[in-house]
């Protein structure tokens, strides 16, 4: 009887020790790997550019958990491309001496139109690219000469400086031949061209479209027939052709240009 009481104890606790050791077998829980470390692009945007890219480049960088997008403004109209991951910019491609160097990367993401703006009180309705030309080169100097209202007095001109890829590409369709007037105003950037028209009922110059918001009691002018100088691509430019998650960054940016 005891030799019996001995076997079942031993059988006892060699179940509970099997037990246990399944119990225990069965709570271990297997080492989580780490996230990776995201990939951080630096993204140099044109001033010409503006506010618009950013929400298209926050909406790219959402969908790649993988990526730390880093956006800064460009140090000038024409950067080094080698500052920045990825440069976006808007204009002539012929204008951009970079873009000529060897194993520099360029693609279209999509293409901006210069539009005229006036006042919103202004009567205009649309412009030729000669009345153009006249109020720029000073042949033309009040509005009654091109709406036949004289409430508006004497137009006030405003351009770019001289560099400005907006200039360039305005001179190049509007002024090839001609000079300037010696009374232009100038505005540092599109946000002053917007805010100097805004004020002013008797102004006229000119913004790419994206800059154009209701109700900044600004309006375009549509000119007639449209000059196919003033629509411009906009480029992703890049010191070598990109692989990785700047190629997805730049497929992004591409698909989601409106």
Known sequence: MLAMRKIFL???????????A?????TVTPPIAPSPTPEPIVVAVSPVLGNFWGEILRACAWGQPQTLL??????????DVSNADLTLWWGNPNDYPLLSEPGVFATSLGEESLVIIVHQDNPLTSLTAQNLQDIYSAQVQTWRQVTAQNALGEIQVWIYPNAHPLRHAFDQVILPQENLTSYAHLAPSPEAMLEAVRENPSAIGYVPRQFLIA?????????QPRSEGFRQPILGIAAEEPGGNLAELLLCLQINFP
């Open 22 to 26: 399944a119990n225990a077998t069965s």
């Open 70 to 79: 880093l956006t800064e403004e460009a140090a000038s109209l024409y950067p």
């Open 10 to 20: 031993f059988i006892l606790i060699f179940s509970a020790t099997v037990g246990c």
């Open 215 to 223: 109700g900044t009691n600004v309006k375009e002018i549509p000119l």
